[in-house]
């Protein structure tokens, strides 16, 4: 069975603090993806980044950057110098593969990040 | 064209009425699909369809009917709601490549659109 968690149900920084939200997923699948999407308050779900499970390099993107650890089953994301529009619900979610085609999400209960000034 | 784009955005339906939410895509991805997302709570996977075909349904009420038309086109059909299905809808849809075993299979992308809120009232 596919779990994802995200320990962290609300983290609180100031403007321009470095803020690590964490994700550890269980899975059986030799091959699967992991994700990251910002829920804004709007509500539309906002890819950040996926990574395969073959791939074990970190990736920087702006302020953004991941760390994803086979070894420990974690896939953690850090946000630099955050700012007041990072303020969001970061979902960390996991892939299975359908055998009628398809893939499922299998997401994390998600952590609030509120960024105040 | 990366988007996914749902209709409507906002809903509000009696427990007797009908009605249809529509989702639609352009990239060309082969399979399509259906969240419910509860309020605090993640999305949870309603139904799958793979090249037009139904994949998946994940034991969800006979009230809720998914229909896809086409490629491109996606639609959840609604009757006899609950109060508790007042949800946001999402639709996804996402490119792959290979079988469905494990280790043969790459995803190209997974899009949500932004959601119908629905209201059952």
């Known amino acids: 069975a596919q779990k994802v968690t995200q320990a962290q149900t609300e983290i609180s920084v100031v403007e321009k603090e470095d803020v690590t939200l964490d994700c550890v997923y269980e899975?059986?699948?030799?091959?699967?993806?992991l994700f990251w999407y910002k829920q804004p308050p709007s509500g539309e779900l906002v890819f950040l980044i996926r990574?395969?499970?073959?791939?074990?390099q970190n990736e920087i993107s702006g302020r953004y950057s991941w760390n994803f650890q086979k070894s420990t089953s974690s896939f953690n994301f850090t946000i630099t110098a955050s700012q007041v529009v990072d303020s969001a619900v970061y979902f960390c979610a996991l892939s299975h593969i359908l055998t009628g085609g398809g893939n499922k999400l299998t997401f994390g209960t998600g952590t609030q990040l509120k960024v105040e000034l | 064209d990366t988007e996914v784009t749902q209709t409507p955005k906002h809903l509000v339906m009696g427990m007797t009425n009908k009605k249809s939410l529509k989702c639609e895509q352009h990239m060309g991805h082969r399979a399509m699909y259906w969240y419910k997302q509860k309020a605090k709570k993640p999305p949870e996977l309603m139904f799958v369809y793979s090249y037009e075909k139904l994949s998946i349904n994940e034991s969800v009420p006979s009230r809720f009917s998914p229909e896809c038309p086409n490629s491109s086109l996606l639609n959840l059909h609604l009757h006899a709601l609950q109060p508790e299905d007042s949800a946001l809808y999402l639709c996804?849809?996402?490119?792959?490549?290979?079988?469905?075993?494990?280790?043969?299979?790459?995803?190209?992308?997974?899009?949500f659109g932004s959601g119908t809120r629905l209201t059952v009232v």
């Open positions: 996804a849809s996402s490119q792959y490549q290979g079988t469905g075993v494990s280790g043969t299979t790459k995803i190209y992308g997974y899009t």
């Open positions: 990574r395969n499970s073959f791939d074990e």
């Open positions: 899975t059986r699948d030799t091959t699967y993806y």
